[in-house]
């Protein structure tokens, strides 16, 4: 079987989704092809899989080759992930030479709606775990198969998408089959105080950041009792201006006030590593944000949860929203330090019995590595 693994993106955010399977397909004795679209996502792939891993696979760079590709990641780059789109018209030579395509999102389905590659197996290992009712979109069914991390996963896509059952299997959360490392320990924690991480979405219509982040980072600049990390999503910050599809919004997110950056108690990220490979979701002891799918990494260890409702939503019995369950939920910032005490005392008995129940339904785990569970079936599948 020759499969290829395809990151296509901007930023390196979803590699660690599917790349064990990759790894492990290959330790296997599989063709696997790593397809990288930038340098970044290259050097990436190549870190994580570390020298002797690496051997095993080929990085294959797929990139942006006629004229009016390269004319439209110019003109469009900016606002929209032109790349992206144009990526798939011209690599078609090499996914037409594939048997099986792994990918972590949805775009990639124009290789066969758009591009006639309907004898291509397509199998989605979807980026993250959240309740957004974008992951259960009703395009979600033109997969071949989907890897499913947990229960709840399975269930709605076959509820809101329509996926046939016989085309999904719960395999876990590959993205945490690369993190074993002791919690990390930022050295402004070295005061003491607890740490709250401070998690906003990118998109217009569901994010805190864009109403009531900037009086987040103030609220932390002027306090003397916690910490702050702000690792928003890493493509917040990305372009000037964040354009949403799914609902059709476009707004800027702005820049960062040097008195926040300057602040001895606020760590301040929005383009490294670190905000993608679970630095933060381990490090602190407060989480705070609105939709984004993080939260359920930072459950991986119960610790108390708050969500900012900026958008004024009606959350109660909504699918969408099931994470805010696992914490208090704030219409205002007012008295946030008395919010954050309470939080950090109610925890055991408000929240650790949900939190239980949301993390055992969002992922499924075991003892075996989910990588090499997703590449079983995969080969089972396909063979």
Same mark, same amino acid.
């Given at each position: ?78 606002? $929209? ?7 798939? !018209?011209?690599?078609?030579?090499f996914f037409r030479s594939l048997d ?75 993205? @945490? ?47 003397? !009792? ?22 059709? !919004? ?35 002891? $407060? ?14 260890? !119960? ?32 008295d946030l330090d008395t919010q954050i ?17 949301? @993390? ?11 990588? $090499?569970?997703?590449?079983? $079936? ?6």
């Amino acid at each position: 079987m020759r499969i290829g693994f395809l990151f296509n993106h901007d930023q390196i955010h979803q590699i660690a989704h599917s790349l064990p399977i990759a790894l492990a397909m290959a330790q296997s004795g599989h063709e696997v092809l790593v397809a990288a679209s930038n340098d970044a996502i290259a050097a990436e792939i190549m870190r994580m899989a570390g020298p002797e891993r690496l051997a095993t696979i080929r990085i294959v760079r797929l990139d942006v080759r006629s004229v009016g590709s390269r004319l439209a990641e110019r003109v469009l780059g900016g606002l $929209v992930p032109a790349r992206k789109l144009v990526i798939y !018209r011209d690599n078609l030579d090499f996914f037409r030479s594939l048997d099986v395509l792994v990918v972590t999102e949805r775009t990639s389905l124009l290789l066969k709606h758009r591009y006639g590659l309907r004898n291509l197996k397509m199998v989605l290992a979807d980026h993250g775990a959240g309740d957004r009712a974008i992951g259960f979109g009703a395009s979600a069914a033109a997969f071949d198969h989907i890897l499913a991390s947990g229960p709840k996963i399975r269930d709605r896509l076959i509820s809101d998408a329509g996926v046939d059952p016989a085309r999904i299997s719960i395999t876990g959360y590959a993205k @945490f089959d690369t993190s074993g490392e002791p919690r990390p320990h930022l050295p402004m924690q070295a005061n003491g105080r607890p740490t709250v991480l401070y998690n906003p979405h990118l998109s217009p219509h569901l994010s805190s950041w864009y109403t009531m982040g900037r009086a987040v980072l103030d609220h932390f600049a002027a306090s003397a !009792r916690y910490n702050l990390i702000f690792a928003p999503h890493i493509m917040l910050f990305h372009r000037r201006f964040v354009v949403t599809i799914d609902r059709l !919004r476009i707004d800027r997110p702005g820049t960062l006030d040097p008195r926040w950056v300057a602040a001895p108690n606020i760590h301040i990220d929005t383009d490294s590593r670190a905000l993608i490979d679970m630095t933060y979701t381990s490090a602190a002891d $407060v989480y705070l944000g609105d939709v984004s799918s993080q939260v359920y990494e930072f459950l991986r260890e !119960r610790r108390p949860c708050m969500f900012l409702n900026a958008h004024g939503i009606d959350y109660t019995d909504d699918p969408n929203y099931a994470h805010w369950q696992a914490g208090r939920v704030l219409d205002t910032l007012n008295d946030l330090d008395t919010q954050i005490d309470h939080a950090l005392k109610s925890h055991q008995t408000d929240y650790l019995a949900m939190q239980d129940r949301l @993390f055992e339904s969002t992922f499924d785990l075991t003892q075996e590595p989910s990588g $090499v569970r997703a590449a079983r $079936v995969i080969t089972a599948l396909y063979g």
